[in-house]
């Protein structure tokens, strides 16, 4: 670590794994709430426990980001961060609203969380993904625009680097994009089309950005591969992602009531969207091969290169799978979807972060890489996090494939509740998987403290 | 990569690409806009409705359900259930409106509400107004979802 402000990053990660396990936690809660209906039922109803789930994961994931840009920005730009202090009491600021807004969504019922922070003054609560109060809205960019302020003073002062610019680029079109989340018309159609200004421009958008940027960064720091050839890589990578995704954004124009070209549109850019995840592949694999030296943290080189991969096949592969129009027609809102966004959201930004954590924490605790004995925990768990994941992706999969026959494929279509129930194998093998990863989860969370012999620094 | 194609060109398409693509982007909503009022049933959008559809919001519905196949996967559609529960509001009503306080032993079960005669009548006109917009190829498939 070579400025003492990079360390800020930590308070920003330990944070953001104490809200992954909620996250999981309540990830296992649902699973078994497909099975046993009335699981905590009316205590934690299905959908407050999905929307803790979804939100625990999207505020970890920022906070995820936030460290890993407070870590990366200071060494790139070749200074201490424009304000430590910013960034602290942007760090409890955050965490307060975040940790109050999900208590409001456990404590109260959601329409009298939404009478107490008076969401008809500005009804922007109830959408899927965008459940918090107007009022934690307004703080989530209240700490974005400081966050932004403080990074980009940081990079623009400092030396600008192709991956502070990037990385810099990401977040900003993050804040600009949460902005939609204040438009909530009446019409339906409008109000679905521009919900997707911000979760596909994130997620297929502008979060590729933050990622590209961030592997790139890991990939020089263990590899030591010259900064012109990552640069280059990193340039075409994102390239890729934009010139698919923003138009790309038409394969959620389906079948929401706007204009048929999208279903043409949608179909030919979106088939488009794997090809910078399997640059990014070709791109972390060649680089460690191209390795000018062995970094003692092999930890973190194994999390760079399962991103690669896991994006590619959780966001590529299995967005692939449903994009073109003629298979969405039956796929639209199933377990296929599910299915995606568990294996693109873990293999693309859950791994990211922790293969940023996993590069830095060391780093910040004043050693270049975890000991021996920690290494190979944290290595087990990522197999065990990996591979519960891609049973979870497959089970739901299989699930998504038989409710897909039974309900709109076959000749007597089967009411939704019937072909859930006969999908309950399905079901309970996912829980197993989810219960797998969660034990994954806790063997991370040991690697942190576990002791023995420091790891060989062959430079 | 080969070192004929350079750093500088990389960048050029990254900047050209996003800038082009996003214009592109923009161009083609607003056509979508435009186009809207010929498919997305607003000549039925009454106060009644956007009332109804302020309730599906802070009764957060899409956490179960999928309307027009966004939201969770937990509970059936709701885009087309004016159609499958025979054209009529009553029915809708009366489903929520009868749901068990404490849920149905070992099953899936709506929570009770407790919405007033208003409030559900406000919902039924916003699901049978979503029931009216007009999805391509009649999205869903069928009538179960």
């Known amino acids: ?459 | 990569m080969r070192e004929t194609f350079t750093k500088g060109m990389a960048r050029n398409i990254y900047y050209g690409g996003a800038v082009f693509f996003f214009l592109v982007l923009i161009g083609l909503t607003v056509d979508t806009v435009k186009r809207l009022p010929a498919t997305d049933n607003r000549e039925n959008l009454t106060e009644q409705v956007a009332a109804g559809k302020r309730l599906w919001e802070v009764n957060n519905c899409i956490g179960c359900h999928t309307l027009l196949g966004e939201g969770a996967y937990f509970a059936p559609e709701l885009g087309n259930v004016y159609t499958r529960f025979g054209e009529s509001t009553e029915a809708i009503k009366a489903f929520i409106k009868f749901r068990p306080v404490d849920g149905i032993e070992g099953r899936r079960s709506m929570p009770q509400f407790n919405l007033t005669d208003e409030e559900l009548e406000e919902l039924a006109q916003f699901l049978k107004y979503v029931d009216g917009i007009k999805t391509a190829r009649d999205w869903p498939p069928n009538i179960q979802g």
């Open chain 1, 1 to 459: 670590m070579k400025y003492e402000s990079q360390g800020i990053a930590k308070l920003y990660f330990i944070a953001a794994i104490a809200l992954f396990v909620g996250q999981i936690l309540f990830g296992v809660t649902m699973g078994l709430q497909y099975v046993m209906g009335d699981f905590l039922f009316p205590e934690i109803p299905f959908n407050v426990a999905r929307m803790v789930h979804t939100n625990l994961l999207i505020v970890w994931l920022l906070f995820g980001f936030m460290g890993s840009a407070y870590f990366l920005v200071p060494e790139e730009a070749e200074r201490e961060l424009f304000s430590p202090m910013l960034a602290k009491v942007m760090f409890w600021v955050f965490l307060a609203a975040g940790a109050l807004t999900i208590l409001g969504y456990l404590l109260v019922p959601y329409a009298r969380l939404a009478e107490l922070t008076m969401n008809d003054l500005l009804p922007t609560m109830g959408r899927e993904f965008l459940e918090q109060p107007t009022i934690t809205k307004i703080g989530i960019v209240i700490v974005a625009l400081a966050f932004i302020f403080n990074i980009g003073m940081t990079v623009l002062t400092g030396r600008k680097t192709v991956i502070n610019l990037v990385l810099l680029t990401g977040l900003v079109g993050l804040a600009v994009f949460f902005l939609f989340s204040f438009y909530n018309p009446d019409n339906l159609v409008l109000d679905k089309y521009f919900w997707w200004f911000v979760v596909h421009l994130w997620v297929e958008g502008v979060w590729e950005l933050i990622m590209a940027s961030l592997l790139a960064y890991v990939l020089i720091k263990v590899t030591g591969v010259d900064r012109e050839v990552i640069e280059k890589w990193l340039y075409i990578i994102i390239a890729m992602a934009l010139i698919s995704g923003l138009v790309g954004t038409g394969h959620h124009f389906f079948w929401i009531g706007t204009a048929d070209y999208w279903q043409w549109l949608g179909s030919i850019f979106s088939a488009l969207e794997p090809i910078p995840f399997f640059m990014m592949t070709l791109f972390a694999f060649n680089v460690v091969n191209k390795r000018r030296r062995d970094h003692p943290n092999k930890a973190a080189v194994l999390w760079a290169l399962g991103t690669a991969v896991m994006a590619f096949l959780g966001a590529g592969v299995w967005g692939f799978l449903h994009t073109l129009a003629p298979v969405n027609f039956y796929t639209h809102g199933t377990q296929i979807t599910a299915a995606h966004g568990h294996m693109a959201f873990y293999g693309a930004y859950v791994m990211v972060v922790l293969t940023m954590i996993s590069y830095s924490m060391p780093l910040m605790r004043g050693k270049k890489a975890a000991n021996m004995n920690a290494q190979k925990h944290e290595i087990r768990s990522f197999w065990i996090m990996t591979i519960s994941m891609v049973f979870i992706t497959l089970l739901l999969t299989g699930a998504g494939i038989m409710q897909v026959y039974l309900q709109r494929y076959s000749a007597d279509p089967l009411p939704f509740m019937v072909v859930q129930d006969r999908l309950a194998h399905f079901y309970w093998a996912r829980e197993v998987a989810g219960l797998s990863f969660l034990y994954g989860l806790f063997l991370y969370i040991y690697s942190f403290f576990a002791k023995g012999e420091e790891a060989a620094d062959v430079e």
